[in-house]
């Protein structure tokens, strides 16, 4: 590569490209429209590329800037994604001035080499971050350098509706006009039609030729799970079956991402965390390590996986729901760019989403209404039970025309559909009624015939139409609004997003009506994210379940206890779908501490085991999942001052609790498996005789219910003193 053709550059034969690309980058042919990207930018003119993840963005800019006279400015947002492509073009040749990088990274003598090289016409390409480009001693020495064009690599950041928007990114227009004229080109994986129009006007390049690339990428599998207690518990699983394979996990905080790898090592998977609030060299290494296949899985804020050459990534899992579709297109687009395997898989509870709106509350009201919408939307990709790659093509502009992909929890499980011409209707005539000019929650509350503020403000409660459909089930709404947007009867406005719109073949849909069928959404709740038993869980041998219920009855006869302090339904579930066979197995159930498995465990692992050997049951490959003591001061501090024997007032003081708040931080501990020694407690408030009377209640009744307890004792002791004896009587009996 010490050479550079310059000669006819603008019109090159196909011929004379395919030589060069064969000659400085080792392939055959070009792929996709990568030939008439590159085509358009050596003719001098602005180009839009918008290409999924793995598609070859880097070479369209890459090959022309080594063709063309002149440096190439790249604008990149990470330091470690320039260090990257600089590395790979300079291997490309024998001379390692090609392509360099000005960032933060480089000391001051670097930096004056780096300009050496390009004032001498060696360097082709010069990567520099927005934050750099616009310093104004880069500007200085820019104008005195032959500018072949500008790149703009994740181009999505320059749009305040992109998932990763960064305001340095709006003033690369003036930083341009300010260094000097050349044709632009910009490129992104993820961008939607708002988006893309953001761009174009904020660069001013509305005249760009526009390259779109397919965004199905037919090997990904994409499933969503509610997001319930056990999720460390599924994801150790999944890994475990799938040992050796490459994944990355995402999480939103760095908390979570530390906590999450410190599980995952303690039941011996591979794995590091990654996060922006590492030190440079520890990231720099996990990413290393992670290449190189030292660890198999990587824990990560979404700061990982910009540029990571990585083409065997095989699982990309989502602790929590993404912000937005298009942060989670682009980080579940890093799995299987090699065409082969790729499982997606995403936890959600509602309950991530409330976070994640009050990690809005502060920002500028604009951003906050922007983050609303794109929640919405991925809120409506979670709960659909729709096929999830038409969804997702759908969102980027792209229609997806089979009815089953086969390659998602939806159309691999799919459910009824029901009949909504009629509903439909109503929904096109109220967004007419209403003149086009509202979002989907209104056209909702019209139909429902809810009068809301903004509906009276606008008086469309006096419009034809309204509440025409109250009668109807609230829940079939959202889907219908979903697979109109689909069939193509609605749209959303791209200027004024979030508006809907009726589109022509809408129109030819009132005026002609036909069958129309929706399937309802996953219902998902906040109880989700708590337990498991909101599920309303089910055995997987409703036989074996049975059985464990019996056993569960004699022994609690046995013992003159009530059944759910021997083991609660929830637990019962789980070993008739997980058949442990001794008493390490039987402690990954959930609900069973280590003390209730010694304590009562026995039977139910015999009775399991017997079971499964008359029916010739193999069960799921068994394996033990190892939880990481939680850094739960406030708890540790309790257990502790309870067994110095501290008076209880004291200890809520100690631990800046109210006595309330103690003694329900008291029933947690408890619950969790540790039997806390509050004797000295209760002898300070009952006598003997009292605490014999309220144990041997607990002991008889088939709930621990609180009220169930007042009215038995019609005021004889108070609340706190009834939980206190139900924390002595589970202390010693349950755990």
Known sequence: MASHPTDNVKTPTTEQLTRLLKKYFGFDTFKGHQEAIIRNLLAGKNTFVLMPTGGGKSLCYQLPSLMMEGTAIVISPLIALMKNQVDV????????????????????????????????????????????????????????????????????????WGHDFRPDYRKIRSTIDGIGQAPIITLTATATDKVASDIKKNLNILDATEFKSSFNRPNLYYEVRPKTKDVNKQIIKYISENKGKSGIIYCLSRK???????????????????????????????????????????????????GIDKADVRFVIHYDIPKSLEGYYQETGRAGRDGGEGRCITFYARKDLQKLEKFMEGKPVAEQDIGRQLLKETTAYAESSLCRRKLLLHYFGEEYTPDNCHNCDNCLHPQQHIEAQAELLMVLHAIDAVKEKFMS???????????????????????????????????????????????????????????????????????????????????????????????????????????????????????????????????????????????????????????????????????????????????????????????????????????????????ARAVGCSEEELLTEMEAIVKSGVPLKIDYIIRDILDPDDVDEVYEYYRESDTPDLDAALDYFEGLYNEDELRLVHLKFVSEQGN
């Open 89 to 160: 073009i300079n291997a490309l040749s024998e001379d390692d001035s090609i392509a360099h990088f000005i960032n933060s990274s480089l000391r001051k003598d670097d930096i004056e080499k780096v300009k050496h090289d390009i004032l001498r016409g060696k360097t082709k390409l010069l990567y520099l971050a927005p934050e750099s480009l616009g310093k104004e001693e880069n500007i200085d020495f820019l104008k005195q350098v032959p500018i072949s064009f500008y790149a703009i690599d994740e181009a999505h950041c320059i749009s305040e």
């Open 441 to 651: 929650e209104h056209i909702i509350d019209f139909v429902q015939g809810h009068r809301t503020e903004d509906i009276t403000a606008y008086r469309h409660d006096e419009l034809p139409g309204f509440g025409e459909g109250e009668n109807k089930d609230p829940e079939i709404w959202n889907p219908i609004l979903r697979q109109a947007m689909l069939d193509g009867y609605i749209k959303k406005d791209v200027e004024n997003y979030g508006l809907l719109k009726i589109t022509e073949e809408g129109r030819k849909y009132m005026a002609s009506p036909k069958p129309f069928s929706i399937v309802k959404d996953h219902h998902f709740t906040n109880d989700d994210y708590m337990t498991a038993d909101a599920q309303q869980a089910t055995p997987l041998d409703d036989t074996l379940f049975a059985l464990l219920k019996q056993q569960r009855l004699t022994m609690a006869k046995q013992r003159r206890l009530p059944p759910y302090i021997i083991f609660q339904d929830i637990s019962l579930v789980q070993m008739a779908t997980f058949y442990p066979f001794n008493i390490d197995e039987l402690k990954n159930i959930q609900g069973v501490s280590e003390g209730k498995a010694k304590k009562y465990g026995q039977p139910m692992c015999d009775l399991i085991r017997e079971y499964c050997q008359q029916n010739d049951i193999i069960p799921p490959e068994h394996f033990s999942t190892h939880t990481v003591p939680k850094k739960n001061t406030r708890k540790i501090n309790i257990i502790q001052l309870i067994d110095k024997q501290k008076p209880f007032d004291q200890i």
């Open 256 to 306: 979570t991402v530390e906590d999450l790898a410190e599980v995952l090592q303690a039941n011996n998977i591979k794995a590091a965390p990654y996060h922006a609030g590492l030190l440079a060299p520890v990231r720099s290494q996990t990413q290393d390590d992670f290449l190189m296949e030292r660890i198999d899985v990587i824990v990560a804020t979404i700061a990982f996986g910009m």
